[in-house]
C-alpha cells in the first residue's frame, strides 16, 4: 500500500491550464480506472472532484478534467481562478476492497 | 442532500482506546459502503477502513490491522470506528466518507470514490 506520488506543488496564473499528475503502479492506477481527484480548502472537508478517472460528479465546474494513460492519472484545471487554490488529493482504488492516497498537490495561483 | 456529523474524538494517552461515531442523515444509509478517512496535522490523506453497505465486509490499511474495526448500524444510520492500542502516530482528523453508488436487484455497488464527507474529529495521541 504505497501512497501514489504527486508533486508537491505547483502554480499558475489566471487563466491559464494546469496539470497535476499522480503516478502508481500496476496494482493500483494501472490495473482500475477507479482513480478519484479530491479538491481540499483550508480547514475543509476534502470535495470530491472527479471520479472513475475522467467523470464529473454534478455541480463540478467543466474546468476540471481527469485522465490516465498507464500507471499514471492526471488532473487538469483550465481556466484557472483564484477560488482554485488548495490542496488537490488524487486516489486509487487498490483492489481487495483497498485503496491509497496520493501525498497531495498544493495549488497555488499566482 | 447527504450529510455526515463525526463525533468523538479527543485526547487519549498512548495504547488506550477511542470510539467514533459517524451520524448520517439524508440519504438511505443502508445501501451506501462506509469509510473513514484520516489527516494527521499539516499531512495528507489517508485511507483507514471501509465497510459494505450491509456490514458483512470490512477492509482496512496496513497499519490499523487488528487495532481499529469499523461497524455500523444501520438501523441507527450510524457508523463506527473503534480505535485500540491507540499510538501517537494516530493523531489526526478522522473524516467519515460515503462512497459514492448505486442499488439495483443484484445488490448495492460502490464506484470507489468518496461523494460525501464529515466536517471531521480529531484525535490526539499523547502522554
Known amino acids: 500500500q504505497s501512497a501514489l506520488t504527486q508533486p508537491a506543488s505547483v502554480s499558475g496564473s489566471p487563466g491559464q491550464s494546469i496539470t497535476i499528475s499522480c503516478a502508481g503502479t500496476s496494482s493500483d492506477i494501472g490495473s482500475y480506472n477507479l482513480v478519484s481527484w479530491y479538491q481540499q480548502l483550508p480547514d475543509k472537508a476534502p470535495k470530491l472532484m472527479i471520479y472513475?478517472?475522467?467523470k464529473r460528479p454534478s455541480g463540478v465546474s467543466l474546468r476540471f478534467s481527469g485522465s490516465k494513460s498507464g500507471n499514471t492519472a492526471s488532473l487538469t484545471i483550465s481556466g484557472l481562478q483564484a477560488e482554485d487554490e488548495g490542496d488537490y488529493y488524487c486516489c486509487s482504488f487498490a483492489g481487495t476492497s483497498i485503496w491509497v492516497f496520493g501525498g497531495g498537490t498544493k495549488l497555488t495561483v499566482l | 442532500q447527504a450529510q455526515l456529523v463525526e463525533s468523538g474524538g479527543g485526547v487519549v494517552q498512548p495504547g488506550r482506546s477511542l470510539r467514533l461515531s459517524c451520524e448520517a442523515s439524508?440519504?438511505?444509509?443502508?445501501?451506501?459502503?462506509m469509510h473513514w478517512v484520516r489527516q494527521a496535522p499539516g499531512k495528507g490523506l489517508e485511507w483507514v477502513a471501509v465497510?459494505?453497505?450491509?456490514?458483512?465486509?470490512?477492509y482496512y490499511g496496513n497499519s490499523m490491522k487488528g487495532r481499529f474495526t469499523i461497524s455500523r448500524d444501520n438501523s441507527k444510520n450510524t457508523l463506527f470506528l473503534q480505535m485500540n492500542s491507540l499510538r501517537v502516530e494516530d493523531t489526526a482528523v478522522y473524516f467519515c466518507a460515503r462512497e459514492e453508488g448505486y442499488c439495483n436487484a443484484g445488490g448495492c455497488y460502490g464506484s470507489a470514490a468518496f461523494d460525501s464527507w464529515g466536517q471531521g474529529t480529531p484525535v490526539t495521541v499523547s502522554s
Open positions: 472513475e478517472g475522467s
Open positions: 465497510i459494505w453497505h450491509d456490514g458483512l465486509n470490512k
Open positions: 439524508g440519504f438511505i444509509f443502508g445501501n451506501y459502503h
